[in-house]
């Protein structure tokens, strides 16, 4: 197979543990991979060696735009595929990735992100990674964006890749990096207090430490800075929101959430929020409602919300309410997961 014509670029700093396989998931594919180094100390640049000899230092200025435009500038080619040293390809259809390189110059290619947790299952997310240099560029020192430098009108093409991200797996690392990111961000935000984005990021770090209260505060100042459908993140931040005032006990604030800014989003993560509004409101014939929709969708970015996980919360219900012939049958549902395995045993 004749290899795409992509510069894959990634950015590393010791990352020995994972980085070899991420470069053999993409050497096969891609005629070219670049590793733009931050000052490892670690095997990290021996490994990448093996497959590459694009191998650059890069002097960390705390700033990860830099760090990718950097590799970015060392590629040969135009069409850029970014990729992060813990993620690997799980999925490509290179036929639709070389039609894009041919007729979407100006677009932006978005990709499925697979993100392994802790508890091993996998919560699912689109983002922007493919794109043409000459178009675009990165901004921001962290959690960087893509940003046009042309006046041309660009479009979000979804693209049938499938990528493995495995870096919230290790929770001890996960609460190390979310610590990192969250003090990178708030001296950022002393400088530009309204940047939506960067209080969307600084919301996903707080919900890492389990701070659910500062994450909620967060979010909500993102979504009133920039209060709009179309942005990238604004369905996660909403729906993060959502999740945060439940975790909190305050499932009305949740459902204002919902009333004031509307809901245009009809897939299984949205039964699957309303579900748990509804039952953490008491109304507990609307949430079985919501949760059963959620089941029919093919897929889900929550996990489980789509099936073990809709099916557990309406057992739970059923067998709140002493139906408990309907909750084993929603428990069984729930294929092998743990908590439903073990209220099965107690009702059997």
Same mark, same amino acid.
């Given at each position: 197979m004749k290899?795409?014509?992509?510069?894959?670029c990634?950015?590393?700093?010791n990352?020995?543990?994972t980085?070899e396989?991420?470069?053999?998931?993409?050497?096969?594919?891609?005629?070219e $991979?670049v590793?733009?180094?931050?000052g490892?100390?670690?095997?990290?640049?021996e490994?990448?060696k093996r497959?590459?000899d694009?191998?650059?230092?890069?002097?960390?200025?705390a700033?990860?735009?830099?760090?990718?435009n950097?590799?970015?500038? %060392?590629?040969?080619?135009?069409?850029?595929?970014s990729l992060?040293?813990?993620? #690997? $390809?799980?999925?490509?259809?290179?036929s639709q990735?070389?039609d894009?390189?041919?007729k979407?110059?100006?677009d932006?290619?978005? =990709?499925?992100i697979?993100n392994l947790?802790?508890?091993?299952t996998?919560q699912?997310?689109h983002?922007?990674? =493919?794109?043409?240099r000459k178009n675009?560029?990165?901004?921001?020192?962290?959690?960087e964006?893509?940003?046009?430098t042309?006046h041309?009108?660009?479009s979000m093409v979804?693209?049938n890749?499938?990528?493995i991200h495995s870096g919230?797996?290790?929770?001890g690392?996960?609460?190390? !990096?979310a610590k990192?990111y969250r003090e990178m961000?708030?001296k950022?935000?002393k400088?530009?207090?309204?940047?939506?984005y960067?209080?969307?990021?600084?919301g996903?770090?707080?919900?890492?430490?389990?701070?659910?209260?500062?994450?909620?505060?967060a979010y909500? %100042?993102?979504? #009133?800075?920039?209060p709009?459908h179309?942005?990238e993140y604004f369905r996660?931040?909403?729906?993060?929101?959502?999740?945060?005032?439940l975790n909190?006990?305050?499932?009305?604030?949740?459902?204002e =959430?919902i009333?004031?800014?509307g809901?245009?989003?009809?897939d299984?993560?949205?039964?699957?929020l309303f579900?748990h509004?509804y039952?953490?409101?008491g109304?507990?014939?609307?949430?079985?409602?919501?949760?059963? !929709?959620?089941?029919?969708f093919?897929?889900s970015s929550?996990?489980?919300?789509?099936s073990?996980?809709s099916?557990f919360?309406?057992?739970?219900i059923y067998?709140?309410l002493?139906?408990?012939?309907?909750? =084993?049958?929603a428990?069984?549902?729930?294929g092998?997961?743990?908590?439903? !395995?073990?209220?099965?045993?107690?009702?059997?």
């Open positions: 290899k795409l014509p992509f510069s894959v990634i950015i590393t700093k990352n020995a543990k980085l396989t991420c470069l053999r998931s993409v050497s096969d594919y891609f005629d $991979i590793v733009a180094d931050t490892s100390s670690d095997s990290t640049k490994i990448a497959y590459t694009c191998v650059f230092d890069f002097k960390w200025n700033d990860f735009a830099d760090a990718r950097f590799s970015v500038e %060392k590629a040969r080619n135009d069409f850029i595929f992060d040293s813990d993620e #690997r $390809i799980e999925k490509i259809d290179c990735l070389l894009f390189s041919n979407h110059s100006t932006i290619g978005r =990709i499925e697979l947790q802790a508890d091993r996998f699912r997310e983002v922007s990674r =493919i794109f043409n675009f560029r990165f901004e921001g020192s962290v959690h964006q893509l940003v046009s042309s041309a009108d660009r979804e693209l890749v499938s990528i919230y797996a290790d929770e690392l996960n609460q190390k !990096k990192t961000i708030e950022k935000l400088e530009n207090p309204n940047d939506s960067l209080l969307y990021q600084l996903r770090t707080f919900d890492i430490q389990q701070d659910f209260s500062n994450a909620a505060e909500l %100042k993102s979504l #009133r800075t920039s709009r179309n942005l996660s931040a909403f729906d993060d929101l959502c999740f945060d005032y909190l006990n305050e499932a009305k604030k949740a459902a =959430i009333n004031f800014y809901y245009p989003y009809e299984a993560d949205g039964y699957f579900g509004v039952m953490n409101l109304n507990f014939d609307e949430a079985v409602r919501c949760f059963k !929709k959620a089941t029919k093919a897929d929550r996990p489980g919300a789509n073990f996980a099916w919360n309406i057992g739970v067998e709140v002493g139906f408990n012939e309907q909750a =084993i049958k428990y069984e549902n729930c092998a997961y743990s908590l439903a !395995k073990e209220r099965l045993k107690k009702l059997r």
